[in-house]
Nanobody
Framework: QVQLVESGGGLVQAGGSLRLSCADSRRTSSNNGMGWFRQSPGKEREFVAAISWNGGSPRYADSVKGRFTISRDRAKNTLYLQMNILKPEDTAVYYC?????????????????WGRGTQVTVSS
């Protein structure tokens, strides 16, 4: 069973940066695509960024393109999301997830395992 644990969330002013991490403690995601999603109160969970099993083919939501960077360290079994130039609309709970396959996936239905999330709050 995959166990994903997110960290790195917090409160930051608009224009600031945060780096989220997602540790796969069971080391079972190394051959799978992984991704980040987020959910704000009253809204559906939305795609943020995804990456393939070997760190290639990154994809981003239009709303974060040019500001966020997804990466992974397979040796450390850790997924990252570097978030720069944060905006109040980026405020949400951020979840990491492991895809069912090896490639980059943007649909939540393509993901089999989810972390519990980490809160990111951006003040104006």
């Amino acid at each position: 069973q995959v166990q994903l644990v997110e960290s790195g969330g917090g409160l930051v002013q608009a224009g600031g940066s945060l780096r989220l991490s997602c540790a796969d403690s069971r080391r079972t995601s190394s051959n799978n695509g992984m991704g980040w999603f987020r959910q704000s109160p009253g809204k559906e969970r939305e795609f943020v960024a995804a990456i393939s099993w070997n760190g290639g083919s990154p994809r981003y939501a239009d709303s974060v393109k040019g500001r966020f960077t997804i990466s992974r360290d397979r040796a450390k079994n850790t997924l990252y999301l570097q978030m720069n130039i944060l905006k109040p609309e980026d405020t949400a709970v951020y979840y990491c997830a492991t895809a069912r396959g090896a490639s980059t996936a943007v649909s939540a239905t393509s993901y089999a395992y989810w972390g519990r999330g980490t809160q990111v709050t951006v003040s104006s």
